[in-house]
């Protein structure tokens, strides 16, 4: 374990720490133990001392907000928030136990097959997120965690930290990335992300990174490796990333010939049979997602998690070998210079009829493309206004889990406010010093105590309809509570002597005959407790009768 600047500490709030489990640039995660109000392990991410700076707090919250979103199998759950004693903000998060993506499939050789239902379930995960708007933008086999529960295989996506929200505000702050900075990590990143100027990144720049650990799964090999990057030098990395088309999964993976048993082995086959497997469907699959141009790429995880059953189908996938126009575009660009070149001199040789013709040619097009750009200009509109209504409704949703949210944890800051006001009132030694307690007490009141109040009628509201839509107890329910009740022997007792004030009452009023009873042979020369007891326990009898 590396050495940490602070202390391990013993306990942070309700929880016991066991282990340090690893540090970022902002924070550190530690293993904690809760006791109450369940028992279980949790992952408690804490920001470190000295870094509480506005970009980081605001990035510490946006990943509890991101996380507090989702509610998926597939995504680690946030229990609880809170702040350390020295003021460092914490949250409680699911322990997730698992091993890297990647290394699982290879640890365990998973054929194609079984990676590629891993790889649909990553896909379910992500797809939930964005639904919920928002983008991971860090997505790496390090990030997804695979787990056996109940004997199944189960993938964890983690580590929200550079989480996206789309059209919404996560946190009370707002997060900007520097100008100039990259985020996210290099061999996974979206080409849009290698360009630090553009603000317009969505659900496609995931799209991108799940077919990199895609290709990274199914062939052992990524794309663009960290080592080829690095080595290339910062503006070529970048132009390499947004510009620069990767090799068929295929090819690549056949010109590394010494690697390629050892690569088909990990995937219980042979060589020729997984360059087999990977050659067109697969090939055209991943490269799909890994298209340079968003509008390119599946417009969502579901879409490519989709294609990747219809491969395991044998059915026709969406993915598909680029058109001869995209490549003739693409050809363009590579020979731009010598393009422009040939084409200045066959224009020199143009006859006058030729320039007429080309002219004619260019109205009939221009024409053609008017009517084509107002369709498209009504289509854009329809889907635009399909969008907003889209993502207006999934905002409201991720707003009402945020409420949800934020109730729970008033009764975390409850408590601390409790112990706040129980250390302000002033004890009978110290009574003459109140004064200077005054504004001590003024900002507790406006502070920790106006925000609990603040929340106070939307969990009352919230209490109101549960209350509401409770079934009431059966008599049957309230006998057996009330049979289990310590007090029962006692509440019996009273009833008995109860009934017998009120018989012997009845008695004197002259409304019921005195019936002596005969008494059996072992009471008559009982003590008077003894006989006491059988007459109490006669009127009961009668009285229920």
């Not at 079934?471 to 509570?481: K, R, V």
Request: hydrophobic share 45%.
């Amino acid at each position: 374990m590396s050495e940490r600047a602070s202390p391990q500490p013993s306990r942070i709030g309700p929880y016991k720490i066991l282990d340090c489990l690893g540090e970022g640039g902002m924070g550190t995660v530690y293993l904690a133990e809760q006791k109450e109000p369940v028992q279980r392990k949790v992952a408690l991410k804490v920001i470190k001392l000295g870094m509480d700076s506005k970009a980081v707090v605001a990035r510490f919250e946006q990943e509890r907000q991101a996380l507090a979103l989702m509610q998926h199998d597939g995504i680690a759950k946030v229990y609880d928030c809170g702040t350390t004693e020295s003021g460092q903000p914490f949250f409680a998060m699911e322990y997730v136990k698992g091993v890297p993506l990647v290394d699982y499939c290879d640890q365990h050789k998973l054929s194609i097959q079984d990676r590629i239902a891993l790889l649909q379930q990553v896909c379910s995960a992500v797809q939930h997120a964005h639904q919920k708007g928002v983008v991971h933008r860090d997505l790496k086999p390090g990030n997804v965690l695979v787990t056996q529960e109940s004997g199944k295989r189960q993938i964890k996506v983690i580590d929200f930290g550079l989480a996206k929200a789309m059209g919404q505000k996560l946190g009370a702050q707002s997060l900007f990335t520097e100008k100039g900075v990259i985020v996210g990590t290099l061999e996974y990143m979206a080409p849009e992300q290698a360009d630090a100027t553009n603000a317009d990144i969505d659900t496609r720049a995931d799209v991108y990174s799940l077919g990199v650990m895609a290709h990274e799964a199914l062939t052992g090999q990524l794309p663009f490796t960290r080592q080829e990057l690095i080595a290339a030098g910062e503006l070529e990395m970048r132009r390499i990333l947004r510009e620069v088309d990767p090799q068929k999964p295929s090819t690549r993976l056949s010109g590394l010939r010494d690697s390629v048993a050892a690569v088909a082995a990990q995937r219980q086959t042979s060589a020729a049979v997984l360059l087999k497997s990977l050659r067109n469907d697969l090939d055209w699959l991943l490269l799909k997602a890994l298209a340079k141009e968003p509008e390119r790429r599946y417009a969502t995880a579901n879409a490519l998690s989709m294609d990747l059953q219809r491969y395991l189908d044998h059915e026709p996938l969406e993915a598909g070998p680029p058109s001869a126009g995209y490549r003739l575009k693409k050809l363009a660009r590579r020979y731009r210079v010598q393009l422009v070149t040939a084409g200045l001199v066959v224009a020199a040789s143009v006859t006058f009829g030729g320039v007429a013709w080309v002219q004619y040619g260019r109205a009939v097009a221009n024409e053609a493309r008017a009517v084509q750009n107002e369709a498209r200009a009504v289509a854009s509109e329809k889907v635009a206004a399909q969008r907003a209504e889209a993502e207006q409704a999934a905002k409201k949703v991720a707003q009402d889990k945020v409420d949800q949210f934020n109730q729970l944890s008033a009764v975390v800051r409850l408590k601390a406010v409790v112990e706040a006001q129980d250390a302000l009132w002033l004890s009978e030694t110290d009574r003459d010093g109140w004064p200077a307690k005054i504004p001590a007490l003024k900002a507790w009141l406006e502070g920790p105590c106006a925000q609990l109040l603040a929340q106070r009628p939307a969990i009352e509201a919230t209490v109101a309809d549960l209350r509401s839509r409770a079934l009431p107890l059966t008599e049957e329910q309230i006998e057996a509570d009330r049979r289990v009740s310590p007090s029962h022997a006692a509440w019996q007792r009273q009833s008995q002597l109860v009934a017998s004030l009120r018989r012997a009452q009845s008695i004197r009023d002259g409304k019921e005959a005195l019936v002596l009873p005969e008494l059996p042979a072992a009471l008559r020369d009982a003590d008077a407790d003894a006989l006491d007891d059988f007459v109490l326990q006669r009127i009961a009898m009668q009285a229920k009768e």
